[in-house]
């Protein structure tokens, strides 16, 4: 089973960046994933989840109305599309998949993929 995130790089302050997830050797079309966060000397944290058809999604309050998570179970991808970025986003994001939705909160399922560098500097 393998999740691998692309899309990262180095952005200036209120610029946009796309991440992707590609998922193989397992279906998730009927999980739901999510993305997160790990910065420099700090705690992985979640950052946004989507529900398996799409129709439900949560998002951590940092990043709320900047950033947007969605799926495509046709072509096995997760995307996060996230503009208005700001140093503090900085970090390495990583896809995750199979986890539970509980109200209010996504805990996270076994598997993970490599990650992905974000930078926002200018």
């Known amino acids: 089973v393998q999740l691998v995130e692309s899309g990262g790089g180095l952005v200036q302050p209120g610029g946009s960046l796309r991440l992707s997830c590609a998922a193989s050797g397992r279906d998730f079309s009927g999980n739901g994933m999510g993305w997160f966060r790990q910065a420099a000397g700090q705690e992985r944290e979640f950052v946004a989840y989507?529900?398996?058809?799409?129709?439900?999604?949560l998002y951590a309050d940092s990043v709320k109305g900047r950033f947007t998570i969605s799926r495509d179970n046709a072509k096995a991808m997760v995307y996060l599309e996230m503009s208005s970025l700001k140093p503090q986003d900085t970090a390495v994001y990583f896809c995750n998949g199979g986890g539970i939705y509980v109200p209010t909160e996504y805990r996270p399922g076994m598997y993970w993929g490599q990650g992905t560098q974000v930078t926002v500097s200018s």
């Open positions: 989507i529900n398996w058809s799409g129709s439900r999604t």
